[in-house]
C-alpha cells in the first residue's frame, strides 16, 4: 500500500516569491508521481508527472518537481509565483507494476499575497 | 475537446430522495472513476470501473451505485440521500487498460446539497 503526505494544508507566498509546496510518499515499490491543480469550481488538472528517466520533471505555468528517491518527496516548485496560481494542489501517486488507482494526498492550498 | 462531462452541475436533495449523476468521456477511455471531495479530507474514491462491464468498490462505497453504461458513460447513483452525503462529486477517465503511469482526467464536478 502506499500513502501520501502533503506538509501544510495552507501555503501563503507573495507574488514574485518562490513557490515551494511539499509532498512526501512511501510506496513498497518504485512509484509513479503526479502533482494536479484544481481551481475553484473546476476539477483536477495534471501539472506534470514523473514516470521514468530524469528525475526533475517541468509542467504547464512553470512548474517543476524533482523526484528524490533517496528522501521519498516529489516537490513542487516555481520560481516567481503569480497571482494566478493561486489554487488547491494534489500530490498523487500509483506504484509501478501494481494497481493503477491512485492515492491523493489532502491537497495543499496556495495563496498568493500581492 | 469535451474530456469529462458531468450533469448536473449543481443539485440540492431532501434527506430520502434519490438522484442520479451522470458522467461520459469522449477520450475513449477504459478506465473511470468516482469520487467525493470534502474540505479537508482530500479525494476519496467511491467507486471505479476498470473497463465496460466491471465496475469495483472504493474507499467510500457505502450508500451508493454505480453503473458502467457503456465504454464512455459512467453513472453513480444515491438510493436514499442523506445529509452526509453533501459533497462536491468528481468524476474521472484514464486511458491506462491497467497501465498505472496514466494520469486521471476530470470532470468540473457536481455540487450536491442534502438537507
Known amino acids: 500500500a502506499q500513502s501520501v503526505t502533503q506538509l501544510g494544508s495552507h501555503v501563503s507566498v507573495s507574488e514574485g516569491a518562490l513557490v515551494l509546496l511539499r509532498c512526501n510518499y512511501s510506496s513498497s515499490v518504485p512509484p509513479y508521481l503526479f502533482w494536479y491543480v484544481q481551481y475553484p469550481n473546476q476539477g483536477l488538472q495534471l501539472l506534470l508527472k514523473?514516470?521514468?528517466?530524469?528525475?526533475l520533471v517541468k509542467g504547464i505555468n512553470g512548474f517543476e518537481a524533482e523526484f528524490k528517491k533517496s528522501e521519498t518527496s516529489f516537490h513542487l516548485t516555481k520560481p516567481s509565483a503569480h497571482m494566478s496560481d493561486a489554487a488547491e494542489y494534489f500530490c498523487?501517486?500509483?506504484?509501478?507494476?501494481?494497481?493503477?488507482?491512485?492515492?491523493f494526498g489532502r491537497g495543499t492550498s496556495l495563496i498568493v499575497h500581492p | 475537446n469535451a474530456g469529462v462531462t458531468q450533469t448536473p452541475k449543481f443539485q440540492v436533495l431532501k434527506t430520502g430522495q434519490s438522484m442520479t449523476l451522470q458522467c461520459a468521456q469522449d477520450?475513449?477511455?477504459?478506465?473511470m472513476y468516482w469520487y467525493r471531495q470534502d474540505p479537508g479530507m482530500g479525494l476519496r474514491l467511491i467507486y471505479y470501473s476498470a473497463s465496460e462491464g466491471t465496475t469495483d468498490k472504493g474507499e467510500v462505497p457505502n450508500g451508493y451505485n454505480v453503473s458502467r453504461l457503456n465504454k464512455r458513460e459512467f453513472s453513480l447513483r444515491l438510493e436514499s440521500a442523506a445529509p452526509s452525503q453533501t459533497s462536491v462529486y468528481f468524476c474521472?477517465?484514464?486511458?491506462?487498460?491497467?497501465?498505472?503511469?496514466?494520469?486521471?482526467?476530470f470532470g468540473d464536478g457536481t455540487r450536491l446539497s442534502i438537507l
Open positions: 477520450m475513449n477511455h477504459n478506465s
Open positions: 474521472a477517465s484514464s486511458g491506462d487498460g491497467g497501465v498505472s503511469n496514466q494520469p486521471q482526467h
Open positions: 498523487a501517486v500509483t506504484p509501478s507494476g501494481g494497481s493503477y488507482i491512485p492515492t
Open positions: 514523473y514516470t521514468t528517466g530524469a528525475t
